[in-house]
């Protein structure tokens, strides 16, 4: 029988097949190829076989059409939080917590050298004060300009979570973020899903994580949300430095025109993108890319 893995904890999954769910166990040590962390992760399609009413075996992992990974600092290895994605929704907030651009970007250039299609989407935008909705209005208009979906929604006013649910319409979405940015309020509100929701810590003003593994949840039948744990910071993996400049869509046109080929936009003479910087390539862009390139070296 072929299922869908809806949920993974190591050697346990939960494996959706014919409409029931399987407490499913791997048959045998399966190979952690390519240094992953993990064998098996939310997305993946599998075969099992039945034990009895409740439990079964995974018998074959079939080939994924895409991952998301990122690197785990715990031992470098590869932590595959995704897979089988159609796109992914990077849920962020200007305030309680702060999320910074850095990380937005990142997960951005992640998302293009896996070739899914990333979205923005802020939310609580309901504590903003006029001057930081018109703050956040200059980030819409700026990532807008490069080609990114960009939403701005309230999860306790439920503003605006119409316009999620038509993002997420009969694709398989993959939910990214800092903790306590509200992606567990979000899916509860547009999903079949109860999860468990904590306030943010008073000591350091961000979220403590909720999701411990990732996780999919039904909109409807042909449209599923992953959830992945909070992220406080996302590290490449297997993203070389010289890959970057590719990642940032805006320069690709542009740096064709640098008098080197291998440019990386760093001192190099003639470099066209550093002279389009607060014309064409917006200056925060710039910044991120720096140091993604000082992080990667």
């Known amino acids: ?5 809806i949920k993974s904890t190591g050697k346990n999954s939960l494996v959706k097949a014919k409409n029931k769910v399987y407490k499913c166990t791997l048959r045998g040590n399966f190979r952690l190829e390519n240094n992953f962390s993990n064998p098996i992760v939310s997305g993946d399609l599998v075969k099992i076989e039945i034990v009895n009413n409740e439990n079964g075996i995974i018998t074959e992992i079939f080939e994924r059409e895409n991952l998301f990974i990122k690197k785990s600092l715990k031992d470098n290895k590869a932590h595959v939080v995704g897979s089988n ?5 990077i849920i962020c ?3 309680k917590p702060y999320t910074k651009l850095i990380f937005i970007d990142k997960c951005i250039s992640a998302a293009n050298f896996y070739n899914i299609k990333p979205i923005i989407v802020f939310n609580k935008i309901d504590l903003l004060n006029p001057e930081e909705v018109n703050k956040l209005k200059e980030i819409e208009k700026k990532y807008s300009s490069i080609g990114i979906n960009f939403c701005k929604i309230s ?5 605006n979570l119409e316009v999620v649910n038509k993002l997420l319409k009969n694709k398989k979405t993959l939910f990214i973020g800092n ?3 509200g992606k567990s309020t979000i899916i509860n509100l547009i999903s079949k899903s109860n999860q468990k929701i904590d306030s943010l810590s008073s000591k350091t003003g961000r979220g403590k994580q909720t999701t411990t593994f990732s996780e999919i949840f039904e909109i409807d039948s042909k449209s599923l949300i992953v959830d992945s744990p909070g992220f406080k910071d996302f590290y490449f993996y297997d993203i070389e430095k010289e890959d970057v400049k590719y990642l940032f869509k805006e320069f690709i046109e542009i740096q064709k025109n640098c008098k080197f080929n291998n440019c990386l936009h760093l001192n190099e003479p003639n470099c066209e993108i550093k002279k389009n910087i607060g014309n064409k390539i917006w200056s925060k862009r710039f910044s991120s890319y720096l140091s993604i390139i000082k992080e990667l070296s």
Do not use: Y
């Open 93 to 95: 907030s200007f305030k």
């Open 179 to 181: 903790s306590g940015v």
């Open 85 to 89: 994605i159609d796109q992914i929704l």
């Open 1 to 5: 029988m072929i299922g869908l893995v």
């Open 155 to 159: 999860a306790t006013d439920r503003f």
